[in-house]
């Protein structure tokens, strides 16, 4: 965990913002069918980085549990939710450790970081007709000029994952041209 967080955290302390203030665009676009899915407005945000996303659904009426390895980006996402006037519970944990050990939400986002076996872990968490959204980064020859390709979705896999829990895939896509390709699921647990 130390050498993670260490490495994060050099990340984070780099810019003001490693991703910028701003939700990100997929779930920006997708929050009004979501408020409308959900049985409930209690949400977790897998890998929060520094809170955008986690702030975006705090503003939008959910109670939001963030957790992350990096204790510089939660230090952020604590004072930009202060000064835009909103709580979350953010949590700082290895998720490469982490158990969902009798917490329950009604949403779990996780957006840019990729843990397989972790997938089905928040899954378990979601209550029934829970909502999960997922994007992250494809495999491209530019994502693995860049990144390690363990951490990157093969083609077709986000659909494979997904197809093999109790649900329904509502929405998914592989968007491959861009700088940065990534694959994206809205799913419905049963």
Same mark, same amino acid.
């Given at each position: 965990?130390?050498? +993670? ?16 203030? $701003? ?18 407005? =209690?949400?977790? +945000? ?8 986690? &702030?975006?659904?705090?503003? =939008? #009426?959910?109670?939001?549990? *963030? ?10 996402? #604590? ?22 050990? #009798? ?26 007709? *829970?909502?999960?959204?997922? +994007? ?22 986000? $659909? ?11 929405? &998914? ?18």
């Amino acid at each position: 965990m130390e050498a +993670d967080r260490i490495k994060w955290n050099k990340r984070f302390l780099s810019e003001d913002s490693f991703l910028g203030m $701003a939700p990100s665009p997929f779930l920006q676009r997708k929050i009004e069918d979501i408020k409308l899915l959900t049985p409930g407005l =209690h949400a977790l +945000d897998i890998a929060c980085g520094e809170g955008r996303n986690s &702030i975006f659904l705090a503003q =939008h #009426g959910f109670n939001v549990t *963030g957790l992350d390895i990096s204790d510089v980006a939660l230090g952020k996402a #604590g004072e930009r939710s202060a000064t835009a006037g909103i709580s979350a519970d953010f949590r700082l944990v290895d998720l490469e450790s982490y158990r969902f050990e #009798g917490e329950r939400y009604d949403l779990v986002i996780n957006f840019n970081f990729l843990l397989r076996e972790l997938i089905p872990e928040a899954y378990s968490a979601l209550v029934p007709g *829970g909502i999960f959204l997922l +994007d992250t980064i494809l495999e491209s020859p530019e994502a693995l000029a860049n990144h390690t390709p363990a951490y990157l979705l093969r083609r077709g896999e986000l $659909a494979s994952i997904f197809d093999k829990l109790d649900g329904k895939i509502l929405f &998914i896509e592989e968007v491959t041209e861009g700088q940065m390709p990534t694959a994206r699921v809205l799913f419905k647990k049963v």
